[in-house]
């Protein structure tokens, strides 16, 4: 317990948080956004057909990395986000991972690759009564990007592209599962 105490300060001091902000811009494909109903036809019931949504949901996202290893210029730490775009349509995420980040000496970029799963809520509009339809789904993403330093505190996020699928969850409107897409630049703030 204590040997375990111990080695949790040392790794804890040694950590690099780094917190950032970002424009965050992400396209979802497949949204469930409804249903329609058929007209009915002269022999029987006409019935619905599922209406789904493809949209950018551009607003501001955000996070802390905690870097708890750092072997020369790979560094590797955990890496918590969330993103919103308020309205209809929109979209809303949280996600945790594992970033691998590398400070490469020649050429001044920090590369980075990182996996993460959480969770992202979208809301669609449903054409048949023109109001909000809601999804939640459990996703997963691998990112990568390039920050470059401007000074020894601060970074621009240049570019990041993640990629990835949602799987609609219990209570949610259901359809197929998602692909997501993306694509945020910003400030990096190490601490």
């Given at each position: 317990?204590?040997?375990?105490?111990?080695?949790?300060?040392?790794?804890?001091?040694?950590?690099?948080?780094?917190?950032?902000?970002?424009?965050?811009?992400?396209?979802?494909?497949?949204?469930?956004?409804?249903?329609?109903?058929?007209?009915t036809?002269?022999?029987?019931?006409?019935?619905?057909?599922?209406?789904?949504?493809?949209?950018?949901?551009?607003?501001?996202?955000?996070?802390?990395?905690?870097?708890?290893?750092?072997?020369?210029?790979?560094?590797?730490?955990?890496?918590?986000?969330?993103?919103?775009?308020?309205?209809?349509?929109?979209?809303?995420?949280?996600?945790?991972?594992?970033?691998?980040?590398?400070?490469?000496?020649?050429?001044?970029?920090?590369?980075?690759?990182?996996?993460?799963?959480?969770?992202?809520?979208?809301?669609?509009?449903?054409?048949?009564?023109?109001?909000?339809?809601s999804?939640?789904y459990?996703?997963?993403?691998?990112?990568?990007?390039?920050?470059?330093?401007?000074?020894?505190v601060?970074?621009?996020?240049?570019?990041?592209?993640?990629?990835?699928?949602?799987?609609?969850?219990?209570?949610?409107?259901?359809?197929?599962?998602?692909?997501?897409?993306?694509?945020?630049?910003?400030?990096?703030?190490?601490?």
């Amino acid at each position: 317990m204590i040997a375990a105490s111990v080695l949790f300060l040392t790794v804890a001091a040694r950590a690099q948080v780094a917190v950032y902000v970002t424009s965050s811009s992400a396209h979802l494909s497949n949204v469930a956004a409804g249903e329609v109903a058929l007209p009915t036809p002269p022999n029987g019931p006409g019935g619905y057909q599922e209406q789904y949504a493809t949209f950018w949901a551009s607003g501001i996202g955000g996070g802390v990395t905690l870097n708890f290893l750092s072997l020369g210029p790979v560094k590797m730490g955990f890496d918590f986000r969330g993103s919103t775009r308020p309205g209809t349509p929109g979209a809303d995420t949280g996600m945790a991972g594992l970033k691998v980040g590398f400070n490469l000496p020649v050429i001044h970029i920090k590369p980075y690759i990182q996996a993460s799963g959480g969770y992202v809520g979208s809301r669609a509009v449903d054409p048949a009564d023109l109001g909000t339809f809601s999804n939640k789904y459990l996703a997963w993403e691998i990112l990568g990007g390039i920050d470059y330093p401007l000074v020894k505190v601060l970074d621009l996020r240049v570019i990041e592209f993640g990629g990835g699928t949602g799987m609609s969850l219990p209570g949610s409107a259901g359809g197929p599962n998602i692909p997501l897409f993306t694509i945020n630049t910003g400030v990096v703030l190490h601490f």
